[in-house]
């Protein structure tokens, strides 16, 4: 289980800026954020020493393979722990831009907070004090979904599920835990696919957390043209048009 140190909550998004923004790939804003409740931090001290040593790291290596785990610090009420995951499409450059600009707005937003996560269309950056590498993140799970509805909801919503399953099977057997793809509705009309876990996890709760996340699709974007559910460690979105780069 995740650490209790993150508000368990959900996000009900029904702003079409946002999904359009993620839609042409803007990064000018995240998509969502949560603060930790633990305890704070104090200027100049030794927890925020280590979390500035801890961003700066995966600042450098994440954007070689768009994931990046670190800890820093020797006792353990100064120990910092962080994970980066950019969207398996984007470029190293992408990647970079993103994972610099996320770390600042966190802690803009969670000032001397212990923990935070943030997501934008193109990045997650997630820091905490207490060792949450390895386990599913269970808390801290949002939904965002398109505003139109379908004609048909009952086969949409089968199609639906059917693709994200297949590519749940496709993203934790392969290296990256990233998979995308499609599947034709009619002579017209194409879903597009997409689903990835952070790589501190094994395969089996890759697997778990994505089909945990699929599982709930009636509660987050039931009848709906598009819709993603995004946590810490798995997220799934699915739309009527592509979405991810060539």
């Not at 793809?181 to 501190?200: A, P, V």
Request: charged letters at 20%.
């Amino acid at each position: 289980m995740c650490s209790s140190k993150f508000f368990t909550t959900f996000l009900f998004s029904l702003t079409l800026a946002s999904l359009l923004q993620t839609c042409f790939g803007a990064e000018t804003d995240p998509l969502f954020h949560f603060c930790s409740n633990s305890e704070n931090f104090t200027a100049n001290s030794p927890y925020e020493s280590n979390l500035k040593i801890l961003i700066n790291s995966l600042i450098y290596k994440t954007p070689s393979t768009g994931f990046g785990v670190a800890s820093v610090g020797h006792y353990p009420n100064q120990k910092a722990y962080g994970l980066a995951l950019c969207r398996g499409d984007v470029s190293a450059s992408e990647c970079k831009t993103c994972v610099t600009e996320a770390p600042k707005e966190i802690l803009n937003r969670c000032p001397y907070n212990k923990g935070g996560i943030i997501w934008y269309d193109y990045c997650m950056f997630k820091y905490l004090d207490t060792d949450f590498l390895g386990k599913i993140a269970y808390a801290n799970r949002f939904y965002m979904w398109n505003l139109n509805n379908v004609a048909d909801p009952a086969t949409f919503n089968y199609k639906t599920r059917e693709l994200l399953r297949q590519l749940a099977q496709k993203a934790y057997g392969n290296d990256k835990f990233y998979a995308t793809g499609e599947l034709k509705l009619g002579e017209s009309e194409t879903l597009y696919g997409l689903t990835q876990c952070t790589r501190d996890l094994s395969s089996n709760d890759c697997n778990k957390c994505l089909n945990d996340a699929i599982n709930e699709l009636p509660n987050c974007c039931d009848g709906k043209e598009g819709g993603r559910v995004v946590g810490g460690s798995c997220n799934f979105r699915y739309e009527i048009y592509p979405f991810v780069k060539e």
